[in-house]
């Protein structure tokens, strides 16, 4: 049983440029969380997901950043129009369904140059 | 705004010695409460759940929840070097409130 698979794993984009970073949960669960954490600081909560629906996007900065999760595929995080400080480490995390366990992926490092 | 907190440390604990990490939250509504682990680096790996009030024990770990209290802690015995990492306290929300969210970390070093 497959864990939880981020890719990349490492992405470096020009301030501008589009970043698309993917989460596939693992087999059975339907529920991703997506954070961001920058160097010695904590798991900062941006978007809940379930397939086909945003549950909660308190975290979510109002522009350039977007999430879907969609029937079929992996769930994808949009970061549009990158600035050095979107630099960031971005984690997935998968939940068969909600208030129960969530796993992790390895995260996707973006650098913006 | 419902956080959970954590004593940010760090916290050094000798080799063989109890571990204890303390983490509280304001969302009285809270259900599910975890403790991950999260080395350099790395992605943060889930150590324990608890649901319910009370211990449970996996192994070294120990998870302890008292909702009264709004209170999670979690014990590591005989600590070993390689429990050096930050530890992450993370509760879902009450209500219409689904998140997960997470302690800023308590940072756990085991001296040989």
């Known amino acids: 049983n497959a864990g939880v698979m981020q890719n990349p794993r490492h992405l470096v984009r020009r301030r501008g440029q589009e970043a698309r970073l993917r989460c596939s949960p693992m087999?059975?669960?339907?529920?991703v969380y997506w954070y961001r954490q920058l160097p010695e600081e904590g798991l900062k909560f941006m978007v809940y997901?379930?397939?086909?629906?945003?549950?909660?996007e308190s975290g979510m900065p109002k522009e350039r950043f977007s999430a879907e999760f969609p029937k079929e595929g992996p769930s994808i995080l949009r970061i549009q129009q990158v600035v050095r400080g979107d630099s960031a480490a971005y984690f997935c995390?998968?939940?068969?369904?909600?208030?129960?366990?969530?796993?992790f992926g390895q995260g996707t490092r973006l650098t913006v140059v | 705004q419902k956080e959970v907190e954590q004593n940010s440390g760090p916290l050094s604990v000798p080799e063989g010695a109890i571990a204890s990490l303390n983490c509280t939250y304001s969302?009285?509504?809270?259900?599910?409460f975890f403790w991950y682990r999260q080395y350099s680096g790395k992605s943060p790996e889930l150590i324990m759940s608890?649901?319910?009030?009370g211990d449970k024990e996996d192994g070294r770990f120990t998870a302890q929840l008292n909702k009264a209290s709004q209170y999670v802690s979690l014990l590591i015995r005989d600590s070993q070097p390689s429990d050096s990492a930050t530890y992450l306290c993370?509760?879902?929300?009450?209500?219409?409130?689904?998140?997960?969210?997470f302690g800023k970390g308590t940072l756990l070093t085991v001296n040989p």
């Open positions: 087999k059975g669960h339907s529920h």
């Open positions: 969302d009285r509504g809270s259900q599910s």
């Open positions: 993370a509760a879902t929300g009450g209500g219409s409130n689904y998140k997960l969210t």
């Open positions: 995390a998968s939940s068969p369904t909600w208030n129960t366990e969530a796993f």
């Open positions: 608890i649901y319910s009030n």
């Open positions: 997901l379930q397939k086909e629906n945003i549950i909660d």
